[in-house]
């Protein structure tokens, strides 16, 4: 039987700030950040091209600060993410992958200013292009970041690794009866309230055409299964 080949060209995988945490459930763990690059190294010698935005709820999150002024709060998160974006640099660079750190406000002595074109060009380049501090403004979650930076790459699929295996009807960690939906139109999410991806960023998504990839980090090789279109966790695309 052949090796499984690529359905996309160009992705965005939206990683959250927990999964680089593993078992720990805050800060960093190394061994799992390996693991999660040598998945996408796999996934670069596919020949697909990389864009990554990754949360900071391992380190803080905006909602973390009660008491404290919203946007001070959601500067504070944007902040974790350039964290976790270097961390996903470093373990991608032990294994000979070229990555280029761009942010949404410039922090020139860490990483590059985002500048599309120049993204686009890492990208054609075959380097692995992370996305840091969001979208540089308070109010908007990495989901929103990630709808906004797909958008702007053209790129074909977000690809959304979660600490949940996919969308389901309830709380399945409340209900032992929770069923997982294996597709889901974008107005069904947004009426129904889901909320494992933010209502701002499904919009966004609807409004481009981009479907939303949701499954499982774990196990280890997902993003490569849902990079060659096997049917795991939940699709949100349009009703064509």
Known sequence: MGKAMPIYKRIVIKMSGEALSGAKGFGLDWDTIKSICQDIKEVVNMGVQVCIVVGGGNIWRGRSGVGMDRV???YMGMLATVINAMALQDGLEQLGVDVRVQTAIEMKELA??????KA???????RVVIFGFGTGNPYFTTDSAAALRAAEMEADVILSAKNVDGVYDCDPNKNSSATMFCELNYIDVLDKGLKVIDSTAVSLCMDNNIPIHIFGLSPFGNIQKAVCGEKIGTIIKGEN
């Open 120 to 126: 686009i060009s890492h990208l054609n380049k075959g």
């Open 72 to 74: 001070n709060a959601d």
């Open 112 to 117: 590059e200013p985002y500048i599309r074109r």
